[in-house]
């Protein structure tokens, strides 16, 4: 019996704090249960112990209630030690960290998802008149774009793909129709740069910078009605090329440090003197900079004369420059590895420019970091991630086909296990990558900046796309490392580690950003304590920080309860929105949010300010906070694409992959806690039964590496939005090969089993000659086989140049020609004999 009122005691408070009982209704139930269970005594044998407990539990929480006595007792003393505690922020941090809005991951922080507010969300979709330019401008760049030539012989964009890019208008996506702008959705945007990135990535970049964070954005929320009236127009008409430098050699990822800098002065300008800037900086990496006419400069102002104010150092300030103002160093080119976008330094010394070159004129000196901070989160959440999930995309296509066209030991490649794994991985990548595109898209289309998913996705997008390109060239073997024409992977490895740098490269972006910024921002209370303790300690800031104080008591002791509660039911306290088999994951990862957020609040109370040094931790907590995101992600997609059962093993692998990664980063940070024995006692708490998630079974990782081997419909939404070659170059002839191949296989299969040899591109003419005599395939089915065997083999060549290819460029050069010569190996179907020099890939 002692046992039992026990268990009903300790329950009450545990479901009390599951639940998030507000104080004041927990201290009315625990008196009326005090009061009901006094009365019940004249029945039961209710024991005295059982009834004071409540009884003191009732006065105790009633004592937390009364404001003004825990203000005496807790909150007034606690509010020094924050002081003290807290991590000091500059100015330029503190900007970046308030920067922006936060949307679904300040649920993932509560640990308590509101995940049919998320399934409410509406479903991406684009306009007619957005779907018209993918349809119509977009596609036809894309069959502008020879990867080869552009990559190789040019070194450039060739000139009608240049006046193309202008004239329709692909450098104006943000701005808005007054301005001549096509003022494209956030959705429409991405799906440009998605489709011309799987062309081509030179063409994705060059019509990427002016669509995210630069002149045209800065002007759109911050210029003077004067300088969008003039700019905007001459951007959206490509008259102006705008680029944005920010980074210099000194300060790379700690760019607020930037040495650049402007003298408040006056001096002459149109005959005029008057008071202006007068700027020397040195930048380099600046995108588009050789090209531009329209230099964005952020730099620091300072007024050693007082001529605007008191101030001396009056902070980081962006100003936009024509690019040929005397004295402006433009022009020159860096060589971005792997792709040949323009990109390159810009210098000046001493160049006065008038105070009106100023984003935003005189009053916007010094906000200049706040102006980038503020509209960094659209453009990082929609230009890179589309670049990833181009890539992703390609992998998956490409890299599906490729597996089934190639065969080795008279199999194709894709069916051997130690394929499948890396092929599922690109499959399932894809998968969860375009999700949290999609969803991340949805919130920007909502209005909202989503500072830390935008960080998030620029990460996972970048981070999943390296990833799925390096599965995609191990898969492809030596066809993917000879260099020509006919190679449609090695510009995107090489390219790779472009996007992992630029806008935050993702070490620093992991490792400090997502989780740092995260949690301040998306925390329920962090930001609330610290805007309390950072300013004057009055007794209005130590009411506030008191407020968030206990709030976030409440919040902490309620998510370790329901950390313990869930994982001692296996999660199924909790609720999921939907029913089926799928419904289990939501329910789990409601448990992994509270023990993500639990966690959190454990690590951020034993470091205190501390916990800005320990990257280590914090980008575990990264990992938790991303995988938590993207298994949001792919739940809302699978419901707004219908629940197709098809894509059931692509949402299965991503699931189970994101949980696995979700529970060993959790156990990583266990491991490493800053006071050992608490991460063990807590490890016991939030994992009582052992560790629940094993990752992607086998039969989900062959499942998945059919999808890709096949023509089916969740091959096509998992590659949907990217450019399909129908023409005769290196991803034609890939489609078109794995369309013949597949066609052809049941005709091969027959004649493997009649003949008991396996048709290949070399045996089949005798092969499909003896089927067809002995009708074991009819003429049509031969035909088949041959058409595919033929397309194979020019799939698997490679290419071959002559060996003084260098001497022919030089002189090709020196004479003002293009000789490339370009031979790839001998299609084997042929009658033709093999020509002296040449060589075939499989020998
Ligand atoms: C092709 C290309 C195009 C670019 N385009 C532009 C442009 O248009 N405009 C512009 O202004 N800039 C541009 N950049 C600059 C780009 O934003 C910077 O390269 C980037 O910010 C990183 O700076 P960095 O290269 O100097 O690396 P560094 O700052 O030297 O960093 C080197 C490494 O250290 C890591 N690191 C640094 N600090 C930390 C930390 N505290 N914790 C953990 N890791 C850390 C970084 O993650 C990185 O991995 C471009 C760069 C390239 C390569």
């Not at 629940?643 to 699931?655: E, H, K, S, V, Y």
Request: aromatic residues 8%; hydrophobic residues 45%.
């Amino acid at each position: 019996m002692t046992a039992l009122f026990l268990a009903i005691l300790v329950f009450s408070l545990l479901l009390l704090a599951y639940y998030r009982i507000p104080l004041l209704i927990s201290i009315a139930i625990l008196a009326g249960l005090t009061f009901a269970f006094t009365e019940l005594r004249h029945f039961y044998p209710i024991p005295g112990w059982f009834r004071w407990s409540f009884g003191i539990m009732t006065v105790s929480l009633a004592g937390f209630a009364i404001k003004p006595l825990r203000r005496l007792f807790i909150s007034n003393r606690l509010f020094s030690l924050y002081r003290k505690v807290m991590p000091k922020l500059s100015t330029t941090e503190r900007e970046a960290l308030e920067a922006g809005t936060v949307w679904w991951d300040a649920e993932l922080f509560s640990g308590k998802p509101r995940w049919r507010r998320l399934l409410r969300q509406p479903a991406p979709s684009l306009t007619d008149a957005e779907q018209e330019f993918i349809d119509g401008p977009v596609e036809e760049l894309c069959l502008m774009l020879d990867d080869w030539e552009i990559s190789d012989e040019l070194q450039d964009l060739p000139e009608a793909v240049w006046q193309f890019i202008r004239e329709k208008g692909f450098f104006s996506m943000i701005i808005p129709k007054e301005y001549g702008g096509l003022d494209f959705s956030a959705q429409a945007n991405s799906a440009v740069v998605m489709k011309l990135a799987s062309a081509n990535l030179t063409a994705a970049v060059t019509v990427m910078v002016p669509n995210s964070l630069g002149p045209g954005e800065l002007l759109m929320h911050y210029g003077t009605e004067e300088q969008r009236k003039y700019y905007l127009p001459r951007l959206a008409s490509g008259q102006d090329i705008p680029c944005f430098a920010l980074t210099s050699p000194l300060a790379g990822s700690d760019a607020g440090a930037m040495p650049d800098r402007g003298i408040v002065c006056t001096g002459e300008y149109n005959g005029e003197q008057v008071l202006g800037l007068k700027l020397t900086w040195n930048k380099r990496y600046i995108t588009l900079a050789p090209v531009a006419t329209l230099l964005g400069l952020a730099f620091r102002v300072f007024d050693p004369d007082g001529l605007v104010g008191d101030k001396k150092d009056l902070g980081i300030t962006c100003a936009l420059i024509p690019a040929d103002t005397p004295g402006v160093e433009i022009g020159n080119r860096h060589m971005p590895v792997g792709a040949v976008f323009m990109n390159g330094p810009t210098r000046g010394t001493d160049i006065f420019i008038p105070m009106d070159w100023v984003i935003g004129g005189q009053e916007r000196i010094g906000q200049g970091w706040r102006m980038l901070m503020q509209s960094l989160a659209a453009g990082r959440a929609i230009s890179l991630p589309s670049l990833g999930v181009a890539g992703g995309k390609l992998a998956s296509m490409l890299t599906g086909a490729y597996a089934r066209i190639r065969t080795q030991f008279d199999v194709p490649i894709g069916y051997f296990g130690g394929v499948e794994e890396p092929l599922c991985r690109i499959g399932g990548r894809t998968y969860r990558m375009d999700s949290a595109r999609r969803l991340t898209l949805i919130a920007l289309d909502l209005g909202e900046k989503p500072g830390v998913l935008s960080a998030i996705n620029k990460y996972e997008q970048t981070e999943s796309n390296r990833l799925c390109i390096l599965d995609a060239m191990d898969i492809h073997g030596g066809k993917g490392i000879i260099q020509g024409p006919n190679n449609y992977l090695a510009r995107p490895y090489q390219a790779l580690p472009i996007s992992i740098t630029v806008e935050g490269a993702n070490i620093l972006t992991r490792s400090m950003i997502i989780f740092g910024q995260g949690v301040i921002r998306a925390h329920p209370c962090l930001l609330k304590e610290m805007n309390a303790v950072s300013g004057i300690a009055n007794s209005q800031a130590r009411r506030a920080f008191d407020n968030a104080l206990f709030e976030h008591i409440g919040y902490t002791i309620s998510n370790l309860v329901r950390s313990l509660l869930l994982g001692l039911t296996g999660s199924r306290m909790t609720p999921a929105p939907v029913r089926g088999p799928h419904a289990a994951w939501y329910r789990t990862l409601t448990r992994f949010s509270a023990v993500f957020a639990f966690i959190s609040d454990a690590v951020l109370v034993l470091l205190g300010g501390k916990f800005k040094f320990k990257e280590k931790l914090s980008g575990r907590l990264a990992d938790v906070l991303i995988h938590l995101y993207l298994a949001s992600a792919m739940l809302k997609r699978f419901e707004d694409d219908g629940r197709p059962a098809i894509d059931l093993p692509l949402l299965t692998w991503g699931m189970e992959d994101s949980l696995y990664q979700i529970q060993q980063s959790l156990l990583g940070v266990l491991r490493n806690f800053p006071v050992p024995v608490l991460g063990r006692l807590v490890r016991w708490l939030v994992f009582p039964f052992g560790l629940p998630c094993k990752g992607p079974s086998d039969i989900t990782v062959k499942a998945v590496a059919r999808l890709l081997l096949s023509e089916n419909e969740a091959r096509d939404r998992l590659t949907a939005g990217i450019y399909i070659s129908d023409k005769d170059d290196a991803t034609g002839r890939v489609h078109k090969a794995f369309h013949l191949v597949l066609k052809a296989a049941p005709a091969e299969q027959a004649i493997k089993n009649a003949l008991q040899e396996s048709v290949n591109f070399e045996n089949y003419e005798g092969l499909v000659r003896r089927a067809t005599e002995s009708g074991v395939i009819t003429e049509e089915q031969a035909t088949m086989v041959r058409l595919a065997q033929q397309a194979s083999a020019i799939v698997i060549a490679v290419d071959e140049f002559p060996f003084d290819r260098a001497a022919a460029v030089s002189a090709a050069a020196a004479t003002d020609t293009v000789v490339v010569q370009m031979e790839t190996a001998p299609d084997p179907g042929s009658d033709q004999e093999q020509q002296p020099g040449q060589q075939q890939e499989l020998n």
